[in-house]
């Protein structure tokens, strides 16, 4: 089935066009910071098992009401809207194969396989997902009964993968260190992470470590002051991981909880990228024994399976310790989240659903399916 899908995808490739994002837009700042090496200390800032029952499929309707109904029903609801895209295409697709119909033949089974695939679930996920949808054809007699399905399934694979590890936080201070391509979003991850930070009664300090791209230590900097966190920063073009020795030194000085340290991102196929994140998290390592405590390596969902191609590099040579999804709401391809979770057995921390801080969410499986369907 999948070959039918290559076969029709091929020929719709020249109608469609690719999509990429670049960083969000960073808010202007009255003051641009200096050139000179300085240290800046902005002020606070308030599968489960198949059986032979013939009885049509159960749908538990009030799944959903009961996360609507918790405390964070403004963040649920923010998620939805950061998914419309993606839940657009699988809700009312599914709904018109059902048009006429009360039961699952082949060729719906095909369209069914299609439809995930486009969304970007995946191959290998799209092929676990569809085995058990075929399972079950002869129960599935609505569309509700379908998405029911689909909702157990792929929670199912969550519950199977990386458990939802929280990103870990005993240590004073706890050292993150950022990784990924340009163009994911670093900046802003670290700017929205910041001022999470801060809004929670923590001394966060920032490492403007990526001393190459231009303009990158300009918006840190406005980020940092936006955020109410100390930032730590070199001239143009300085070392990076002189950048990152000084973080440190700076944040056990000052007693602070959380550093994050922003790095280069040039493209993911130059190994000289990934010898240089080597010698920042060694830097850090000289001045802090057993840091960085944690390797956020940040993804943009629009980029689609290249992502998990990324991911697969800086986790062979750096070690990752968790992802970061950004630019959910850009795309419609959501299926990206479940495609990464399965391929790479990694802790999904944190997705990106919109411009604000609080779009920047804990990923929850649970809540994100939700949301999905």
């Not at 060694?282 to 840091?291: D, F, M, T």
Request: glycine residues 6%; proline residues 5%.
């Amino acid at each position: 089935m999948a070959f039918q899908w290559f076969k029709k995808k091929n020929k719709s490739e020249a109608a469609s066009g690719k999509s990429s994002e670049a960083d969000s837009t960073i808010p202007s700042r009255k003051e641009s910071p200096s050139q000179n090496s300085v240290t800046q200390e902005p002020p606070r800032v308030n599968d489960a098992a198949d059986t032979t029952s013939p009885e049509p499929v159960t749908i538990v309707e009030n799944a959903p009401t009961e996360t609507l109904s918790t405390p964070h029903s403004g963040l649920f609801a923010r998620l939805k809207r950061g998914l419309t895209k993606t839940r657009a295409i699988l809700n009312t697709d599914i709904e018109d194969l059902f048009r006429g119909k009360n039961h699952i033949d082949d060729a719906m089974l095909e369209e069914i396989e299609e439809l995930l695939i486009t969304s970007d679930i995946g191959i290998q996920t799209t092929m676990a997902l569809m085995n058990t949808v075929t399972r079950k054809a002869a129960r599935i007699e609505s569309p509700e009964a379908l998405k029911q399905v689909l909702r157990q399934e792929i929670l199912a694979l969550f519950d199977s993968i990386a458990p939802p590890s929280k990103p870990v936080s005993g240590h004073k201070p706890n050292v993150v260190m950022v990784v990924g391509v340009n163009g994911v979003g670093k900046t802003t991850t670290i700017g929205k992470l910041a001022a999470k930070k801060v809004n929670e009664g923590h001394k966060v300090l920032i490492a403007a470590a990526d001393t190459f791209r231009a303009a990158a230590v300009e918006q840190l900097a406005i980020w940092a002051d936006k955020a109410g966190a100390d930032i730590v920063r070199h001239k143009d073009n300085a070392d990076p991981a002189a950048v990152a020795y000084d973080s440190i030194e700076a944040a056990l000085a000052r007693k602070v909880d959380t550093v994050f340290i922003d790095t280069a991102g040039r493209l993911h196929t130059k190994i000289n990228l990934m010898e240089e994140l080597k010698k920042i998290q060694r830097s850090i390592g000289k001045k802090l024994p057993e840091a960085p405590h944690e390797v956020l390596l940040v993804l943009d969902a629009t980029t689609g399976q290249n992502a998990i191609a990324q991911a697969k590099m800086f986790h062979e040579s750096i070690g990752v310790t968790g992802l970061a999804l950004t630019k959910l709401d850009g795309t419609a391809k959501g299926g990206i989240v479940i495609s990464i979770c399965q391929q790479l057995n990694l802790p999904l921390h944190y997705i990106g659903v919109g411009e604000a801080i609080e779009d920047l969410q804990t990923f929850d499986a649970n809540t994100f399916i939700n949301a999905l369907f």
